[in-house]
T-cell receptor, first 115, second 110 residues
């Protein structure tokens, strides 16, 4: 596809269950970002992948959160033992190798609701 | 620590009025800054970048290193400018991490 694709668009899960969110970046984009956007709040950085470098996990809020990326393709964000405070829109973005002036392209997001 | 601050959560103006959305950053290196916009029911998208010194949809933003600011301005707001605006800092010397401010909702009333 032409843009960043995320799936599912919406996910409702019971508290305590694990969820997996998927992001398909734009082909050729080596950088991939995950953000969390809680209702009425801004974009909270979660994790960043750049090529084969070790990911920057500094934004992950707890050890219940993890993410993987195989090469320069699909990434999955996994949340274990979900809590109600995990309810948010999870956004993925990708870009070319982040040299100067690189634009990040965003997916439409996955809206996660933990009940 | 690197940080982007947008002090206003909501900015409401009338059509035709000037607009200034504030953004301040904290970064010890040479900053690369962007403004992103999210219109209702659309994806977050790039509005403009400081290095290009461009004007997009009538918006401009000047990097002021002395005041560590990158405020977004438009002389005459239009109703279609109503959206969420995010200021973003590219952490170039950490491999390219991109961090965002909390966002400002701009509401332009007729």
């Amino acid at each position: 596809g032409a843009g960043v694709s995320q799936s599912p668009s919406n996910k409702v899960t019971e508290k305590g269950k694990d969820v997996e969110l998927r992001c398909d970046p734009i082909s050729g984009h080596t950088a991939l970002y995950w953000y969390r956007q809680r209702l009425g709040q801004g974009l909270e950085f979660l994790i960043y992948f750049q090529g084969n470098s070790a990911p920057d996990k500094s934004g992950l809020p707890s050890d219940r959160f993890s993410a993987e990326r195989t090469g320069e393709s699909v990434s999955t964000l996994t949340i274990q033992r979900t809590q109600q405070e995990d309810s948010a829109v999870y956004l993925c973005a990708s870009s070319f190798k982040p040299l100067l002036n690189t634009e990040a392209f965003f997916g439409q997001g996955t809206r996660l609701t933990v009940v | 620590a690197q940080r982007v601050t947008q002090p206003e959560k909501l900015l409401s103006v009338f059509k035709g009025a000037p607009v200034e959305l504030k953004c301040n950053y904290s970064y010890s290196g040479s900053p690369e800054l962007f403004w992103y916009v999210q219109y209702s029911r659309q994806r977050l998208q790039l509005l403009l970048r400081h290095i290009s010194r461009e004007s997009i949809k009538g918006f401009t933003a000047d990097l002021n290193k002395g005041e560590t600011s990158f405020h977004l301005k438009k002389p005459f707001a239009q109703e279609e400018d109503s959206a969420m605006y995010y200021c973003a800092l590219h952490i170039y010397n950490q491999g390219g991490k991109l961090i965002f401010g909390q966002g400002t909702e701009l509401s332009v009333k007729p």
